[in-house]
Nanobody, 124 residues
């Protein structure tokens, strides 16, 4: 069965960096668009970034543009989210997700598989 496992979360001070990883198994990884979503307490789950199967297409939410970088290594079946310049408002549980095809990559209901999430906490 398909498994997505996130790692790399933790607690950092504002301005710090973290690198999240999402290890995938049970699917043809390069055929799937991958996305990072996050959910803060009391808020909806929102998309953070997405990357196409071969990595040629990327999307970033306005709130993270210029600070976060999404990437993937299809040889390792792993996706990454490099997060720099972290702010307290980035505090959330971060989830990775996989979907077939590219569009519509921002809609969480179009993603087929989800990880269990990893907590990111940014203190001021």
């Amino acid at each position: 069965q398909v498994q997505l496992v996130e790692s790399g979360g933790g607690s950092v001070q504002a301005g710090g960096s973290l690198r999240l990883s999402c290890a995938a198994s049970g699917l043809t990884f390069s055929s799937f668009t991958m996305g990072w979503f996050r959910q803060a307490p009391g808020k909806e789950q929102d998309i953070v970034a997405a990357i196409s199967g071969r990595g040629g297409g990327t999307y970033y939410a306005d709130s993270v543009k210029g600070r976060f970088t999404i990437s993937r290594d299809n040889a390792k079946n792993t996706m990454y989210l490099q997060m720099n310049g972290l702010k307290p408002e980035d505090t959330a549980v971060y989830y990775c997700a996989a979907k077939g095809g590219w569009f519509p990559y921002t809609r969480r209901d179009k993603y087929d598989y989800w990880g269990q999430g990893t907590q990111v906490t940014v203190s001021s």
